[in-house]
Each structure stands twice: as C-alpha cells, then as structure tokens.
C-alpha cells in the first residue's frame, strides 16, 4: 500500500474519498442553498473573512487578502505559476506582501 502515498503522507486513496465526500454533500443541496452559500463567500477571505482583492501574480490571477496576507489560488493556478522560472522566490514576496 505505500507505494500510494506521497510525499506529504497523503495517499491519493484519501483524496480521491475526501473529493467523494464532498461531492456528496454538495449534491444535497438545493441550487438554491448553493447559490446563497456562493454569495455569501464569494471574494471574502476564508480565514478571516475580510474581502480579498484581485491582483495579477506573474500572469495569474490570485486572491489576496490583505488584512491577514492570505492568498487563495483556484484550481490549476499553483501549478500555472509553479512551471514559471523564478517561481519560489516570487512566491516568498508574495506571501512576505511585498
Ligand atoms: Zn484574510
């Protein structure tokens, strides 16, 4: 079974049930129920709440909260950015808020 995991002690097993699990609870509820759900989290912070602003992060568009210096990236942006040369050392400006 090791051969599974990965390097953060994660198997893919886990993830592939974690992603079931909350597809299955997102399929209970009403169009309705998840339209209010996206509204109220719609560009607000999911640590802090606060309201997060849009920049544009070595061509990729990124959330940024800047009162608690968060950043949130959609699906696919970690690895959009990570194939770009000078790539960490961005990152650390990034989060350093800089
Ligand atoms: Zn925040």
Not at 2 to 24: C, H, I, K, P, V
Not at 61 to 78: I, N, S, T
């Amino acid at each position: 079974m090791g051969e599974a995991d990965n390097d953060d002690g994660l198997s893919w097993d886990d993830l592939q049930t974690q992603r079931e699990a909350q597809a299955r609870r997102s399929a209970q509820l009403s169009p309705a129920e998840r339209e209010a759900l996206r509204k109220l989290h719609l560009m607000h912070c999911p640590k802090c709440g606060m309201e997060l602003s849009e920049i544009t992060f070595r061509g990729v568009k990124v959330d940024k909260c800047f009162a608690c210096g968060g950043v949130w990236l959609d699906d696919g942006e970690l690895e959009e950015l990570a194939g770009k040369p000078g790539f960490f050392e961005a990152l650390r400006r990034l989060f350093a808020g800089a």
